[in-house]
């Protein structure tokens, strides 16, 4: 069964320093990444996604995303984090074959604190 | 502008009370989608719509009904809401299954 794995609920850093979210998938086939982030009292907004080709994704609000098959990995980067970046993030897994086509499967989030 | 939107946006009911919750989008979005929202969960899928009288279940499809009459709306029904429903609710349209999806604002549901 499909599965998407956010190993960190919580991370802080501070602002200026570099980020990194990880997400590890659990999907038969060639998957689609997708990483949405939800800021505090909102909907969720798509940052990037990756459906095939480069596996270095660039994003909205400088971020990044690097798909790599063998570690069946969809890690989230940005190089210097700002106070507003504050918020909860999500990792997503598509299935886009046949049946199950349609089906949208969510990490459980981690929540980013940034330190000014 | 376009967007997705949901009403009510808070809803406090009782056990048993049947309840809809209405989404609605102006995009043309062939894909609508319901999901819940739990602390320490994530968002976990309730029911998905590929297209207007297409719908088929998602992780968490217990408990709720859906219809796709209109290709804009997409009511998320609870026949007999119960405590364990209690839950922020978010609706989400795209043009396909696996396009860019565009969630409403939310609706938070408390069940007594």
């Known amino acids: 069964a499909q599965s998407v794995t956010q190993p960190d609920i919580h991370i802080t850093v501070s602002e200026g320093a570099s980020l990194e979210l990880r997400c590890n998938y659990s999907?038969?086939?060639?998957?689609?990444l997708f990483w949405y982030v939800q800021s505090p009292g909102q909907g969720l907004q798509l940052l990037l996604k990756y459906f095939s080709g480069d596996t270095l994704v660039q994003g909205i609000k400088g971020f990044e995303a690097e798909f790599k098959r063998s570690q069946s990995s969809f890690n989230l980067r940005k190089p210097s984090v700002h106070w507003s970046d504050a918020a909860e993030y999500f990792c997503?897994?598509?299935?886009?074959?046949?049946?199950?086509?349609?089906?949208?499967?969510f990490g459980r989030g981690t929540q980013l604190t940034v330190w000014p | 502008e376009a967007q997705v939107t949901q009403n009510p946006r808070y809803l406090i009911t009782v056990t048993g009370k049947k309840l809809t919750v209405t989404c609605s989008q102006n995009m043309n979005h062939e894909y609508m989608s319901w999901y819940r929202q739990d602390p320490g969960l994530g968002l976990r899928q309730i029911y998905y719509s590929m297209n207007v009288e297409v719908t088929d279940k998602g992780d968490v499809p217990e408990g709720y009904k859906v219809s796709r009459k209109e290709k804009r709306n997409f009511p998320l029904i609870l026949e007999s809401p119960s405590p364990n429903q209690t839950s922020l609710y978010f609706c989400a349209s795209s043009w396909s299954g696996l396009g860019t999806q565009y969630f409403g604002p939310g609706t938070r549901l408390l069940v007594l």
């Open positions: 999907y038969g086939a060639t998957p689609y």
């Open positions: 997503a897994v598509g299935a886009g074959r046949g049946s199950t086509l349609g089906r949208l499967y």
